[in-house]
């Protein structure tokens, strides 16, 4: 690999379908190149993504590190709630001992963005089931941060969550705001389009809006040198 293009593997459950393209879209702000790894899913639940966890992603890392990667991003970003901040911690920890490249996951990334703005209180708008949704507002909480709120669209279906569009997202998150006060606002998913929805949200709320992809990308151009 070139000294001045950065190799980036990106891993997503299988029925993504947003997340490569807004990785590869960034190709004209900064040299990389990106291989994706898919791992097998059926629905975005629970059971389905600790099963994904400990079934695939270790073979899936295992092949990885044979490319030797510059980065490795874990792109899911409620399986990597499941079990809070101290498991985000350690899957960091066996990708980059697996693989020897820098790790990046989205609820650190999210993590990261947070501390730079410090925002008292965060609401967090999901595709989700219930159970989901709360597992990624609980890492917020466990973070030290107030939860405004924190809702979803009742999706299992990871096929349904791609084809949410940009405006329904808008609309989703302005009708849940309602009678709600926050200091930031975080979009969860990697699969859903909400990256194209930040900047009319951030106009209308007047806060901080984050999204998987968006504090994703950020993390990225960090570990891969590409920024201050």
Sequence with gaps: MSANRSHLALIVPSHNTVMEPDFHGE?????WT???????????TRDDEIRMLEEELPGCLDE????????????????GSLGGLANDREMIEDIRARTGARVVTVISS???ELEDLSPRR???????????TVSVAD?????????ACAKGMGLANNRDIG???????????????????????????TNWRAIEAIDALQVELGVPVLSSNQVSLNASRRSAGLTN
């Design 27 to 31: 190709r004209d702000d900064f040299p």
């Design 34 to 44: 990106v291989n994706t790894w898919r791992l097998s899913q059926e629905s975005v």
């Design 64 to 79: 990885i590190g044979t490319m030797e990667p510059d980065v490795v991003v874990f792109g899911c970003t409620s399986a």
């Design 110 to 112: 999210m993590l990261t």
């Design 122 to 132: 965060v609401a967090v708008f999901t595709p989700y089931v219930e159970e989901l």
């Design 139 to 147: 890492c917020v909480v466990e973070a030290g941060y107030e939860l």
């Design 163 to 189: 084809r949410v569009t940009p405006p329904e997202i808008i609309d989703f998150v302005r009708d849940g705001m309602g009678g709600v006060s926050t200091d930031c606002v975080f979009l969860s998913c």
